[in-house]
């Protein structure tokens, strides 16, 4: 009889109009405690790769540098205990999305060089904001100078990407007015 009284049981519950509502908030409850545990692992390797390959290129644009400090978001490069350089990233939103743009600079604030860290711009034509031939344009402009040909600056658009161009070469613009304010003011 007691077998009876469990099975009458179970089949109550299961015929409860709360039952459904209960299993699928159970469900989402531990979907997400497994979300929120997978993102704490993967979010601390997230950011080492991303660390590295921003010191990776921070290398390229001053192979001199021995080592560097981050000060308010800007990377101040050292050489011997000297600075010999800064760079920052310029983030700029694009065609596609956002474009992150490593900017290095000489100690007379002129452009050393830029290099783009990522983007999600269009396959074959915003993606060639990321070529020499585009960046390489930017080595030894003054603030003054950062801005599309077309606006009265010295930066040449991608032809077919001009959004794209313009994204870069504004978010530089931007950031490097704002950090050479806080290099002068701090005495970086």
Same mark, same amino acid.
């Given at each position: 009889?007691?077998?009876?009284?469990?099975?009458?049981?179970?089949?109550?519950?299961?015929?409860?109009?709360?039952?459904?509502?209960?299993?699928?908030?159970?469900?989402?409850?531990?979907?997400?405690?497994?979300?929120?545990?997978?993102?704490?692992?993967?979010? %601390?390797?997230?950011? =080492?790769?991303?660390?590295?390959?921003?010191?990776?290129?921070?290398?390229?644009?001053?192979?001199?540098?021995?080592?560097?400090?981050?000060?308010?978001?800007?990377?101040?490069?050292?050489?011997?205990?000297?600075?010999?350089?800064?760079?920052?990233?310029?983030?700029?939103?694009?065609?596609?999305?956002?474009?992150?743009?490593?900017?290095?600079?000489?100690?007379?604030?002129?452009?050393? =060089?830029?290099?783009?860290?990522?983007?999600?711009?269009?396959?074959?034509?915003?993606?060639?904001?990321?070529?020499?031939?585009?960046?390489?344009?930017?080595?030894?402009?003054?603030?003054?100078? %950062? %801005?599309?040909?077309?606006?009265?600056?010295?930066?040449?658009?991608?032809?077919?990407?001009?959004?794209?161009?313009?994204?870069?070469?504004?978010?530089?613009?931007?950031?490097?007015?704002?950090?050479?304010?806080?290099?002068?003011?701090?005495?970086?």
């Amino acid at each position: 009889m007691a077998r009876k009284e469990t099975g009458n049981s179970f089949n109550k519950i299961l015929q409860n109009k709360f039952y459904p509502i209960i299993f699928l908030a159970l469900i989402v409850f531990i979907a997400v405690v497994l979300l929120m545990y997978v993102n704490n692992i993967t979010r %601390v390797k997230i950011l =080492e790769q991303r660390e590295a390959k921003i010191i990776s290129q921070l290398k390229n644009i001053f192979p001199d540098m021995d080592k560097y400090e981050l000060k308010e978001n800007i990377y101040i490069i050292l050489k011997n205990g000297k600075t010999i350089g800064y760079s920052f990233i310029a983030k700029g939103k694009g065609y596609g999305g956002e474009i992150n743009t490593l900017v290095g600079i000489n100690k007379d604030f002129s452009i050393k =060089e830029i290099t783009v860290l990522s983007n999600s711009e269009t396959p074959g034509l915003g993606t060639r904001v990321t070529l020499s031939s585009f960046t390489d344009q930017f080595k030894g402009l003054k603030s003054a100078d %950062v %801005v599309l040909s077309k606006d009265g600056g010295k930066v040449d658009a991608v032809t077919g990407a001009t959004i794209s161009s313009r994204a870069v070469t504004d978010s530089v613009k931007k950031e490097l007015d704002k950090n050479i304010e806080i290099i002068k003011k701090n005495n970086y």
